[in-house]
């Protein structure tokens, strides 16, 4: 099992840059595929991005290419994750959950196991 906590989120105006954070702990954190999803109260949630156990792939969603950015850097008992989001735009606002799994076939209808509580932001002049 792997734990979870995401943060960095907040109120940023369009055009902004803002970088989430997640760290990954528990049982061998390093085995899982980690990414984000995102949700907006009344909507889908919806894949943004995700990154191999190893680092060596990237996938992202067609709305967040080329200004998202996802990254981690494993250690011995935590992943630490992380989304750099450039050029933001009010259609980015939405709950930011950190997620993982052992297994991830690099699909945008993934469907992690496990999730972070979230964290808010907000994209408004």
């Known amino acids: 099992q792997v734990h979870l906590s995401e943060s960095g989120g907040r109120s940023v105006q369009p055009g902004d840059s803002l970088r989430l954070s997640c760290t990954a702990s528990?049982?061998?954190?390093?085995?899982?595929?980690l990414g984000w999803f995102r949700q907006v109260p009344g909507k889908e949630r919806e894949f943004v991005a995700a990154?191999?156990?190893?680092?060596?792939?990237?996938?992202?969603s067609s709305s967040v290419t080329g200004r998202f950015t996802i990254s981690r850097l494993n250690d011995v008992n935590t992943v630490a994750l992380a989304l750099q989001m450039n050029n933001l735009k009010p259609e980015d606002t939405a709950v930011y959950y950190c997620?993982?799994?052992?297994?991830?076939?690099?699909?945008?209808?993934?469907?992690?196991?496990?999730w972070g509580q979230g964290t808010q932001v907000t994209v408004s002049s």
């Open positions: 528990g049982r061998s954190p390093w085995t899982y595929a």
């Open positions: 997620v993982g799994d052992r297994v991830y076939d690099g699909s945008t209808t993934w469907d992690p196991d496990y």
């Open positions: 990154i191999t156990r190893s680092a060596d792939r990237e996938f992202y």
